[in-house]
């Protein structure tokens, strides 16, 4: 038996409170070597940071001040979203190099004899002047200030030419902003362009309030709309209770 | 007074080796709490890396076979070595856009009227063919296969080009690289091309060991080429003798 007196405690070296034996951590040994990796850990992202400094070009808007301003940016091509309205119709000037390096859908239009490699205009469909910016920037800079709705337009842009390191970003921060309210929204958004890190938080949250779930005007109103959907939320439920009963046996 | 016995040794939650007064280490908490930190940081530092795959162009080796191959790669300059024999000539195909974000010196070019932008040829003296492929290569991938010849004639075109990223790197790979060979080679380089980082490790190391110095036949050739170099290692060694007997008092 081991017998614990005030005079027997030890001295945390990190927090320097006296602790005993129940709420052990780590000896001497183990907790510099941990503060040594941390220190390494810092250095390495630091360097990284450094990395995408270097790689990164204009700052977005550097980028669009430096285009209106006629400098010469040796752009040579120019993205338009082709459903605004005609009076306010705003060209955003790129790099074949940049759009081919980013997207293997701009690779294959600009690479081919298609339309947009002879006329230098890539039009855009469905999408407004400022998700189109938005879009634009983030293929040089890898940065966007998003909201909700930009997050959900770029992730259908992302997922259209295949930028899947920008489907990704906007996956992910949709999933941290997840609740009650947008589920159901950002579910169908999922399913429909097949965004599997949205869709598994999603349908896990569902799932997991299943009888809530289906108490909601949302529920209802799916299962008018999309019934398949709702089987699939089902199917899921019932996978998920499956394995919980066989883990308990 | 701390009396311990076998049976009061606490058990480290990272090693699990038993461990007494003296090896106190972390409490539970803290523990926890670092494992924590250090999950999220390894997790950032993968977040950085998917950046920096998005952000960086083609790999050096894709790079070049996809310019070999003549499939169109929007470039608009190339970059040639001037003082390769005539006989085997070899030009870099590059974009300017890329070009004048990674360089403030080929952005002036490239920006304003001169030669360089009529011609769409950037001459470059002084080195090889392999150097400018290295050169080239770096300011689209951040990524260089070094050796301590690349390192040093990349530091002086990093310089000269103001590419301060790929300096900084070229010093920091000759750091790791610095012995009692090499020294005074790194010592002369870092001094006449402003490399900071280069300078200091290689003066410390010198000044650290100042009476063996003094007996090497570098030593004799300095004081015989460049004296004023020698009188600068001894300004720097007294410096810290001063600083030294300083903290003693």
Redesign the interface.
């Known amino acids: 038996?081991?017998?614990?007196t005030t005079?027997?405690m030890?001295?945390?070296?990190?927090?320097k409170?006296e602790?005993g034996?129940?709420?052990?951590?780590?000896?001497?040994?183990?907790?510099?070597?941990?503060s040594e990796?941390?220190e390494e850990?810092?250095r390495?992202?630091e360097d990284?940071?450094?990395?995408?400094?270097?790689?990164?070009?204009?700052s977005p808007l550097e980028h669009h001040n430096f285009l209106q301003l006629g400098?010469?940016?040796?752009?040579?091509v120019v993205l338009v979203a082709s459903d605004e309205h005609p009076a306010n119709p705003v060209s955003f000037p790129a790099?074949?190099?940049?759009l081919?390096?980013?997207s293997p859908v701009f690779k294959a239009m600009?690479?081919t004899d298609m339309e947009e490699r002879l006329s230098g205009i890539i039009k855009i469909s469905d999408i407004s002047n400022d998700t189109l910016r938005c879009f634009v920037d983030y293929l040089y800079t890898?940065e966007a200030c998003l909201d909700e709705q930009m997050a959900r337009d770029l992730l259908v842009l992302a997922e259209k030419y295949e930028v899947k390191?920008l489907k990704?970003h906007c996956e992910k921060f949709l999933v941290s902003k997840l609740n009650w309210d947008n589920l159901v929204t950002n579910f169908g958004l999922a399913q429909q362009h097949n965004a599997k890190i949205l869709l598994d938080a999603s349908l896990s949250m569902i799932t997991d309030n299943m009888s809530k779930f289906t108490k909601t005007p949302e529920y209802a109103h799916l299962v008018e709309k999309d019934p398949r959907l709702v089987v699939e939320i089902f199917e899921a439920y019932l996978s998920k209770a499956v394995n919980t009963a066989a883990k308990k046996d």
Do not use: Q
Not at 1 to 4: A, R, S
Not at 10 to 15: D, G, I, P, V
Not at 50 to 56: G, P, Y
């Open positions: 038996m081991i017998k614990w005079s027997t030890l001295r945390c070296l990190s927090c409170e602790y034996s129940d709420n052990a951590g780590t000896c001497k040994d183990c907790y510099e070597e941990a990796t941390e850990l810092k390495e992202i990284l940071k450094a990395k995408i400094a270097f790689l990164r070009f204009w400098s010469p940016s040796f752009t040579d790099h074949k190099a940049v081919t390096c980013r600009l690479e890898a390191y990704a």
